[in-house]
């Protein structure tokens, strides 16, 4: 089974029965503790993918951010590579805790047990190296969240296909301040969520 196999082990075909909308938001870390968000996308135009990540203090500003263009690949394996860098940069960093967020929760659960899936060498090596750098943590929590909880990354990922190579930023460029701020004032996304005739969430 390869990445692209295992995008579909969520799909659900059923009919929904009804739908609400959520309202989501990001959320601050623990006290003292800070929190590392990462994504991965695609440009639709010349199919390159690139990874974005962002590395935020206990009181929601920010510490560090990076985007990369990694070249041609999938989906899940720039979204595993972009968690390799962010971690690095927070080992690099000198953190003993953090909590990670990213949406794709396939990831989360390759990284939490990637004995249960099969997948490429290449995306197995990469989530080996990311297992790796979280045992140097004192404490660490990975979860996924919804897009819109991850808002600061997608703002980065406008430039991570367009650029060579690996860029880190000390200080949050121009372009993500608008969204670095919404998030420090709490600002709130409507998500549509669907719910099965079985009763199971639709997501």
Not at 34 to 57: H, Y
Not at 75 to 84: G, H, I, R, S, T
Not at 145 to 151: D, F, G, L, P, T
Not at 171 to 190: I, Q, R, S, Y
Request: net charge neutral; aromatic share 8%; charged share 25%.
């Amino acid at each position: 089974m390869w990445e692209s196999e295992l995008l579909k082990c969520g799909e659900k075909h059923e009919n929904l029965a009804f739908s609400m909308t959520v309202v989501l938001r990001w959320w601050k870390p623990t006290p003292g503790v800070c929190k590392l968000n990462t994504d991965g996308s695609m440009n639709p135009i010349n199919g390159r993918f690139g990874g974005d990540g962002v590395i935020r203090k206990s009181d929601g500003n920010w510490l560090y951010g990076f985007f990369a263009n990694f070249g041609f690949g999938t989906v899940l394996k720039v979204e595993a590579e972009a968690l390799y860098v962010g971690l690095t940069i927070a080992s690099e960093l000198h953190l003993t805790s953090l909590e990670i967020e990213t949406d794709s929760s396939i990831l989360v659960l390759l990284v939490k047990d990637s004995a249960k899936l099969v997948v490429s060498e290449q995306l197995r090596q990469t989530i080996i190296n990311c297992q790796n750098i979280l045992k140097s943590f004192q404490h660490y929590i990975f979860e996924h969240v919804y897009r819109e909880q991850n808002i600061m990354v997608d703002k980065l990922a406008a430039k991570d296909c367009e650029q060579e190579g690996l860029h880190k930023f000390g200080c949050p460029p121009d372009f993500v301040t608008d969204a670095l701020e919404n998030d420090l004032c709490g600002k709130t996304t409507p998500r549509q969520m669907g719910k099965v005739k079985n009763g199971r969430k639709k997501t």
